[in-house]
């Protein structure tokens, strides 16, 4: 692990004294690996793994069959009476699934050396979640992985290893808007997609048993996942269908600003898997927001928000500052009340941060100014 010593952070015109922190940095390697490791991600051909061909004879007459591996189950796939033509076309294949697998081994290669490098690595069971999601198309067709595991992937993305107390979750949050332009949906549901894991994901019945499930859990275990989407309109909490999954979703207040503009990302297991997460200054502003409207018997959870929102802007601060400025921007075209709510928030951050983001154009958010509690 490495550690940062800052003395002081300067901005624009204005200096502001930070206290000294050691900020615990992944090794300069690791961050590299992590690099070499989104881009293959990026560039791989779609999973094609478990795929194998055979002929059957019907009638004196060959013909072609796929069996395909679709979570823990075996499918046939009739593809039709031998000729050259399809010959070719699985021929074809076979070596595009050869050098894919290729690939995938030098993937695991580099998942390896990051695990050994420090990097924050998902629980087996949310790996193997992860992954069935990637493999089904879920971040392809727009889905965003938010919440502590976002959180996880964000550091690693960054160069970081957070403090292990803020990483600590039994919740996989998945976002999507509702509305989807130019996206191909999922071919089955969330909730279908998840039993394929073989995990034993059952869905949770909603409060209104007439209601469509979002949340899915693995039978006597506390591991949940959640499907989300963007409340826009009058308050209203009933599940919104996400056409895109196929699913149901809890719809969540100012969600949009959050997932607007998400960042590919890679999770350190498996073979390294895909995902999309949000842009970190926005994470970091929106969990500020959700501390601040959180209820006061979720107060483990509130802590939890504003260490990761604290944790994340001491970076940013230091390092990338115009990305706050950016986020903090694009929050003046948010409802008055995410503004007001988010000015309350930084009042109550130490007044090093605070200042700092006063100095980005955080001050006037909503018609008021940022106040440190009981000031």
């Known amino acids: 692990m490495g550690a940062r010593a800052d003395l002081y952070y300067g901005y624009t015109e204005s200096l502001f004294f930070f206290r000294i922190t050691l900020m615990d940095l992944l090794p300069q390697t690791t961050a590299l690996l992590y690099s070499e490791l989104l881009q293959q991600s990026l560039s791989g051909l779609p999973a094609e793994r478990g795929v194998t061909y055979y002929q059957k004879q019907i009638r004196g007459r060959g013909y072609w069959y796929a069996e395909l591996l679709v979570g823990s189950t075996k499918r046939q796939v009739a593809l039709g009476p031998d000729a050259e033509r399809l010959r070719a076309r699985i021929a074809a294949h076979r070596d595009r699934v050869a050098a894919d697998e290729q690939d995938a081994h030098e993937r695991e290669r580099l998942v390896t050396m990051l695990r050994h ?67 191909a949906p999922l071919a089955r549901s969330v909730g279908d997609l998840l039993e394929d894991t073989g995990l034993g994901f059952i869905p949770v019945p909603a409060l209104d048993r007439k209601s469509p499930s979002t949340t899915f859990k693995i039978r006597g275990r506390q591991i949940h996942v959640d499907l989300l989407t963007p409340m826009m309109g009058r308050e209203d909490h ?138």
């Open 117 to 183: 490098g420090g990097a924050v690595t998902p629980d087996g069971a949310s790996g193997r979640v992860l992954e069935a999601l990637e493999r089904a198309g879920v971040f392809r067709a727009g889905g965003v992985l938010v919440g502590s595991h976002a959180f996880g992937v964000i550091g690693n993305m960054l160069g970081i290893r957070w403090p292990q107390a803020t990483l600590r979750t039994q919740d996989m949050d998945i976002a999507s808007d509702h509305i989807a332009v130019g996206v």
């Open 238 to 375: 009933a599940p919104v269908f996400v056409p895109v999954l196929k699913s149901y979703a809890t719809p969540l207040r100012f969600l949009d600003y959050l997932i607007e503009a998400p960042t590919p990302a890679v999770v350190i297991a498996g073979r390294g898997i895909l995902v999309n997460v949000p842009d970190p200054a926005r994470f970091a502003l929106h969990k500020i927001v959700t501390a601040q409207r959180r209820a006061v018997h979720e107060h483990a959870k509130t802590h939890k928000d504003r260490a990761q929102a604290s944790q994340m802007l001491e970076f940013l601060l230091q390092e990338r500052p115009g990305d706050l400025s950016m986020a903090i921007k694009a929050t003046m075209e948010r409802p008055r009340s995410f503004q007001v709510q988010l000015s309350k928030g930084i009042g109550r951050l130490e007044v090093e941060t605070r200042e700092a983001l006063l100095a980005l154009g955080a001050h006037g958010l909503g018609g008021t100014t940022p106040r440190a509690p009981g000031s």
